[in-house]
């Protein structure tokens, strides 16, 4: 721990004291004012989003995909208002209405005794999604990555812990053996798949270009035989839904390069429809996925900019 780290939690308490002051329409309103000024004078990333969205919806036309990139920045930074308003009542109360879709499909799965192997993807409402685990008295394992300040880190561990202890947070770095673990334990096992593991990944297709998909949960299913599933979560006419489903998958008779592959491409493609319908709400659309290089100029017109 550094001074720079202290310095940089106090900054980020001092912030969240200071906002939380303020309504929660308001601190909302503000996240949007921002996301508006960043759209139209620093568009951080616009390159990268803007070839994702390419990809994503080869069929669009250049003044579509930049009208959707102006919905994509306002719902960016209102994702970072969540931050302060976790404790709120009406985040609370999000939470509690939310329409929730597959629990049996959950809970039979559970039932085999094995864990679950819980695939999802980065979207906006990834704070609303933690915290309904935590409500839910499901036991669940979050696979997450440590934040570089170790106090900023701590902090959001306990924020999370408001809503009860049901979610464990298991560090990217403690590895398979803890991630098996879990699994013995009968527990929801939360993996992303939408982040690019360049040099430990495994090649695959997603949204018909390569992309270095994380090989975890193949190895974890060949090895446990845990089962496989799907879950999403998105806002819709202003109430949060979590969607789970099985992912339908082939028994596989040994652990190879091949059906790790083969396992980690039928995951991901799954939630390519998702994408495709809720583009505004994935939050990796600001990832590099697929590859460092290659990202064009974007030209906007003062036209579509405002309109």
Known sequence: MTLKHKLEYTLLRSTIFFINLLPVPVILFICTVIGYFAWVVFPFRIKVAYKNLSTVFPELDHASKIRLLRKVYLQFTRTFGLVFILHRKSFIKLIQNARISGRDKLEEALGQGKGVILTTIHASWFEAYFAWFNMSDLPTSLIYKRQSNPLSDRFFVRQRRHYGNSLQQLSSREGMKAYQQALAENRLLIVSLDQRYSGSGTNVSFFKQPVACAKG??????????????????????????????????????????????ISTKCIQLYEPFIRKYPEQWFSLFHRLWGKEGYPKVTRSLREIFL
């Open 217 to 262: 949960s193949a190895i974890l299913h060949l090895r446990s035989k845990a089962p496989v599933m799907t879950s999403v979560y998105y806002m819709k006419d202003g109430v949060l839904h979590i969607d789970f489903d099985t992912a339908d998958l082939p028994e596989y008779d040994e652990v190879n390069d091949e059906n790790i592959h083969d």
